[in-house]
């Protein structure tokens, strides 16, 4: 019989895959564990038993749907230091939560859910997981491709409103300063009936407008054209009804003109005849023309060629003649700011890019002191930025630097944009691709040097991605595996490697990812990914001490969201609250509580009045600041626990979470090799402990108290090294370790006596 000690002593890995159970070879198997729940991985190495998810508000009127990925979905809204708020978005509602800057405490501070011109919120409960947000100064960017995207509007303290995101207007409410698109087919020509005025016809060479449902007195009343906005070259049109698939009425918002290039008119020495360059003009000859703002030229005066003329002669599709007053003394080409008054049929026009018909941006972003949209249906893999520091502004203009910015990813395959995240540059997730915007030479983003660039071909899901030291974390299309997208300096270019990979079972369909920095009183950052099936997987890296690993957290009933605001963290967890009807409750982790959906009560003589929290019939853990006193059922809106403390006046009430540190199996290398599936026997364990109250191992339960302690006084916590001695032979020999009350744990590491 021989003996050897394993020591274990850290889990920087986490809990690893169950294929790689078997891997005694690799560096990282005396590292991780089979299993770690409701744990998280502490940067000394060992792992502590988390807080409890402490109960703040019952979200009445939120009913379970199973096939719906999110009911409530919680967003953080932080405008100072001092102003913090959790917005909870449900079904065509949004409950706004402030957190009082001296307390922590939260309070509800307003529930909306009209916008400020009393129509119904936009949001529906069946994509709440897919909306995407960005928070400017007091404005929330709520965006979807099914609705125009909305903002909540921080008004005062307290106080907000829903207000839908409009373009700036020029100065005397004429242009609207958003992104426009040719959709129509090649070949298609547009042709107003006049160039100012409101009821204008619009008639089109082909089949256009969208003739959707029964016409009533000859108009289409339910076209998804009623409303949007033409830009017949460079003016507006507000198309007002529909007649046909080829006509359309509207209203003139400005005079129709086209503005020339500086030297489009050209001369022919001692001629009247003047050749005007006119891309696309679409006309014929003898058509009207207004010629306005033209300069002399070529020895004729201003006069001569202003006013209206005649088409002389069309020499091609650019390019037409007229005739002017007086002949020219000389060959040249000029003219000065022509403005051209016209209502030729043209292929230069273009339709409003958002709206019903084609749909509005699912992705939005802040970069560089530009707001970012980009995702429409009608054109996914589009990128639109707004001029610098005018977030309403989307105008082309003359491609100047602080000009607003349109981009195509032209790559071979449509790359439907889901998010913007901004980082070292601006990262473009899609759902095929993953692409980023390069700064060249520290100079900002302009049109002229903006280039889109794809890295990666992974593809990105509804997930919201999250800056992560240095790099963005997203969640891979499959809902499989996270990845970190991150510049590498050796090969000057992102790459996207797997996080997740040696605990890929943790990883299952994410609905939603957040970052907790400082969370249980350190340092590192944290990543939680709340899956669908209602788990949370919890990643914490410290690459100084060489912590990379997963954890798993579990609850009474399923997570169904997660967020942070700095060092907090805060979920909606659905559960049986004891009627057998699921509630969605707002919790907050907190290590200081042990119980999920955890309050303390106060009472007399035993007996607690519990909030609405606990139905009856609800079977509720109690523990005292000295115990834990056993589980206890509500009935009548409290609980008796007289029987076991009938002094007792103030307790903790919840739900107890089971916890688990299961290692892998227990292996020896001898000179002939592992021993691998020979019988072999635990005979002791120590495990190196802090600040614990209760903990079995393999079912061999630490004796806490004696049985003369005085249970008036608190349960000691027991820090140090435990032995445990245990019996029988096993192939597959293993150290599970768990509680035997709902109180803290902590196990540094251990070492295992393993006889062969």
């Keep these: 019989m021989q003996k050897a000690r394993i020591p274990i002593t850290n889990f920087q890995y986490g809990e690893i895959s169950p294929s790689l159970v078997s891997r005694t070879d690799s560096a990282i198997y005396n590292s991780s564990a089979q299993s770690v729940k409701n744990f998280f991985i502490r940067t000394e190495g060992g792992v502590a038993k988390r807080g409890g998810f402490q109960a703040l508000h019952d979200f009445t009127g939120v009913t379970e749907n199973t096939s719906i ?8 809204f932080i405008f100072s230091d001092d102003e913090q708020y959790v917005i909870a978005f449900s079904h065509q509602k949004c409950e706004i939560f402030f957190i009082n800057p001296t307390t922590g405490a939260l309070s509800l501070a307003t529930t909306l859910t009209q916008d400020v011109d009393g129509a119904s919120l936009q949001w529906d409960q069946a994509y709440l ?51 426009y698109y040719h959709f129509h087919p090649t070949g298609v020509t547009l042709n107003p009936s006049a160039t100012t005025g409101n009821g204008i016809t619009l008639t089109t060479s082909a089949a256009y407008f969208d003739t959707t449902g029964s016409q009533t007195n000859g108009n289409y009343t339910n076209s998804k054209h009623v409303g949007l906005t033409l830009v017949y070259h460079d003016a507006e049109i507000l198309i007002t009804s529909v007649q046909s698939a080829t006509q359309a009425t509207g209203n003139v918002v400005d005079e129709l003109f086209v503005e020339l290039d500086p030297n489009a008119l050209r001369t022919i020495d001692g001629s009247t005849t003047i050749e005007i360059t006119h891309v696309n003009h679409g006309m014929s000859a003898s058509d009207s023309i207004t010629i306005r703002n033209a300069s002399a030229v070529g020895g004729v005066n201003a006069a001569q060629i202003n006013g209206s003329r005649s088409i002389q002669k069309v020499i091609d599709e650019n390019r037409y003649t007229i005739t002017a007053g007086s002949a020219a003394n000389t060959t040249e080409d000029g003219g000065g700011n022509i ?38 249906l009608s054109q996914p893999d589009t990128v639109w930025a707004s001029k610098s520091g005018l977030y309403y502004n989307f105008d082309i203009g003359e491609a100047a630097d602080d000009d607003s910015l349109e981009l195509v990813m032209s790559i071979g395959e449509v790359a439907t944009i889901r998010h913007f995240v901004s980082n070292r540059d601006i990262h473009i997730f899609t759902a095929g691709s993953e692409f980023f915007i390069p700064t060249f030479e520290n100079q900002p983003i302009t049109p002229t040097n903006a280039k889109v660039k794809r890295q990666t071909s992974f593809g990105s899901t509804f997930v919201r991605p999250q800056p992560f030291y240095g790099a963005t974390i997203f969640s891979q299309v499959g809902g499989k595996m996270i990845r970190q997208f991150v510049f590498d300096d050796s090969e000057q270019a992102y790459k996207a490697d797997p996080i997740s990979l040696l605990s890929s079972h943790l990883i299952s369909d994410p609905v939603q990812m957040c970052v907790v920095s400082g969370a249980v009183n350190t340092a590192e950052s944290f990543v939680f990914a709340q899956n669908f099936t209602g788990e949370i997987a919890v990643y914490n890296l410290n690459r100084i001490e060489g912590v990379a690993g997963w954890t798993r957290f579990e609850t009474n009933g399923s997570f169904h969201s997660v967020t942070a605001i700095d060092n907090r963290v805060f979920a909606v967890i659905k559960t049986d609250l004891g009627s057998g009807t699921k509630s969605f409750v707002f919790t907050e982790l907190n290590q200081n509580v042990s119980l999920d959906l955890g309050n303390t009560y106060s009472g007399s003589n035993g007996v607690f009045t519990v909030s609405n929290f606990f139905e009856n019939g609800a079977k509720v853990d109690v ?8 589980e206890f059922t509500v009935s009548g809106g409290q609980i008796d626990v007289s029987s076991v403390d009938a002094s007792l006046s103030s307790c903790q009430v919840g739900f107890g979470f089971d916890v688990e540190l299961k290692t892998n199996p227990i292996d020896v290398n001898t000179a002939i090799g592992p021993e ?32 003369n302690n005085d249970f008036s006084q608190p349960r000691q916590a027991v820090t140090g090294k435990r032995e445990f001695y245990l019996l029988g032979y096993n192939k597959d020999p293993q150290i599970t370790v768990t509680q035997t009350a709902p109180m803290f744990i902590q196990v540094n590491g251990l070492v295992a006596e393993v006889s062969f």
């Design 676 to 707: 691998t599936g020979q019988p072999r026997s635990l005979s002791r364990v120590i495990l190196d402990l802090s600040e614990t109250l209760s903990v079995s191992v393999n079912n061999k339960k630490l004796i806490i108290r004696k049985v």
């Design 339 to 376: 403005q051209v008054v016209t209502h030729a049929p043209t292929q230069q026009w273009m339709e409003q890019s958002y709206s019903s018909l084609r749909g509005y941006p699912a992705a939005v972003g802040f970069h560089e002191n530009r707001l970012w949209f980009g995702g429409t």
């Design 129 to 179: 997981h897919e909306m995407t947000y960005a928070q400017g100064g007091d404005v929330l960017f709520v965006c979807h491709n099914t609705f125009m995207c909305q903002q909540i509007v921080r008004t005062g303290l307290n106080s907000f409103q829903v207000e839908q995101f409009t373009f700036q207007l020029q100065a005397g409410n004429a242009k609207t300063y958003q992104p």
């Design 69 to 76: 990925r999110q009911q409530v979905r919680l967003i953080p």
């Design 623 to 630: 523990i005292s600041a000295t115990d834990y006193l056993g």
